[in-house]
């Protein structure tokens, strides 16, 4: 008699539906049970936003003033690849920067939205601005309703790295309001590095 107590076992290869995509950018195989990437061709993992809050206070917790610097410079890296990928599958740089909004979209980091933008030369004509609402990375932190600082370090490295994957040149990117800071979304500006060494010293 126990034995019809028992809960059935459940077969995931069978009991899936035959479409195993989860969107256009992942899905998971039942035959491996793990997720993949479809843009990198390698394997994906879920996560959850205990656990970037508390990636990123225990690197600010460690180095200081040094893990903003830190977490920029991992998301410049990995956004160079990202910006790479996307201009190898959509060569015009429009169409390349809305496969990334979606891909993000997707990937769970939350909804960007480019605003217009010019090139010349195939450069950044001018600043370009992202919005990112419903940031994962901003709704992981504490939520301060006075302080405004930016805190989305890693979205801001891996912006100013999808621009220079994207267009070939260094790109600097600077947030200007933060959800985790009261803001109703992040909003960050990017501009070519050289662009900003250049106003900087007019500056002076």
């Known amino acids: 008699m126990a034995e019809h107590n028992k809960p059935a076992r459940v077969d995931a290869s069978h009991s899936m539906d035959s479409s195993v995509y989860l969107n256009s950018f992942f899905h998971f195989d039942p035959k491996t049970n793990q997720t993949q990437d479809l843009v990198f061709n390698c394997s994906a993992m879920l996560t959850n936003e205990e656990f970037w809050r508390t990636v990123q206070e225990g690197l600010c917790s460690a180095f200081k003033s040094g893990g903003p610097i830190i977490l920029y410079q991992m998301g410049q890296k990995y956004g160079f690849a990202v910006g790479s990928r996307a201009r190898e599958a959509k060569q015009d740089v429009y169409e390349a920067v809305k496969f990334l909004e979606s891909y993000g979209m997707f990937a769970g980091w939350g909804r960007f939205k480019t605003f217009p933008f010019?090139?010349?030369?195939?450069?950044?004509?001018?600043?370009?601005?992202?919005?990112?609402?419903?940031?994962?990375?901003?709704?992981?932190?504490?939520?301060?309703?006075?302080?405004?600082?930016?805190?989305?370090?890693?979205?801001?490295?891996?912006?100013?790295?999808?621009?220079?994957?994207?267009?070939?040149?260094?790109?600097?990117?600077?947030?200007?309001?933060?959800?985790?800071?009261?803001?109703?979304?992040?909003?960050?500006?990017?501009?070519?590095?050289?662009?900003?060494?250049?106003?900087?010293?007019?500056?002076?």
């Open 118 to 204: 010019k090139l010349s030369m195939g450069r950044l004509a001018e600043e370009v601005t992202v919005k990112v609402e419903e940031s994962f990375f901003a709704r992981s932190l504490p939520r301060t309703e006075t302080n405004n600082e930016p805190k989305c370090f890693i979205i801001a490295g891996l912006l100013a790295g999808i621009a220079e994957g994207l267009l070939g040149e260094s790109h600097i990117c600077i947030e200007t309001c933060c959800m985790a800071g009261g803001a109703q979304y992040c909003e960050f500006r990017i501009k070519p590095i050289n662009n900003f060494v250049m106003a900087s010293k007019d500056k002076e």
